[in-house]
């Protein structure tokens, strides 16, 4: 019976990264080109390109996956069906996860230090913290693939009230409905010390807070002096920049 299972985690696990064929129950000989998609990868945490193991190679690790692995994935058909993509998108997005988070999960830590090689000019773990809390939706501190391919869903195939619905929950820190004006400002802070101090042009120091007022003043509309939900959503739809880097990211995988 324990070998019956062990067969069969091995086989939904080859099935999920794209190792093994389904009709032929052999390795797969497909290799994943590199698109636009690779090069987007490459900004996002635990989806780092690497080379593609052989077939010799992806038995010793399914071999060192089934014994260290602390998380195993919905099936293949079941995170299909819940997200906007298709099988072959979660092949691929799985085999980076994998590569990079060989226990099925990653932590804060971990997701900060991938971060920041991306951005070596600047200070990227304030940014990495906001945005490992957007993507911990369980709040269990860890971001299991599940969780990041339901946020990269949101982001990348979502309705626009959903992708703006997405960025509200990442800038209202504290999870009360509302953006504060200090909860702006945090947010902005931690982007201009991730772009680091030798962009040009120069930032000046008080540029994340000009950017803050700037914000207000279009999205609070009572002047309550916090934007809800509704402000921001109809606020960012009448914002034309806003709309076209939303669907900057329609294409990308």
Known sequence: MKAKNRDQSLSDSRELDG?????????STSQSKKTIKQRFLKLLPCCKPSTTPSISQNSV?????LSTVCHRPESMDKLQEQTKFTKKELQVLYRGFKN???SGVVNEENFKNIYSQFFP???SSMYAHFLFEAFDTNKNG????EDFVFGLSIILRGTINDRLNWAFNLYDLNKDGCITKEEMLDIMKSIYDMMGKYTYPTMQDDAPREHVESFFQKMDRNKDGVVTIDEFI??????E???QSMQLFDNVI
């Open 121 to 123: 000019q600047g200070d």
């Open 19 to 27: 190792s093994y064929d389904q009709l032929t129950g052999n390795p």
């Open 142 to 145: 860890s971001v299991s693939f």
């Open 61 to 65: 690790e399914d071999d060192f996956e």
């Open 234 to 239: 109809e606020s960012c739809k009448k914002d």
């Open 241 to 243: 920049n806003i709309m």
């Open 100 to 102: 990079e988070c060989p």
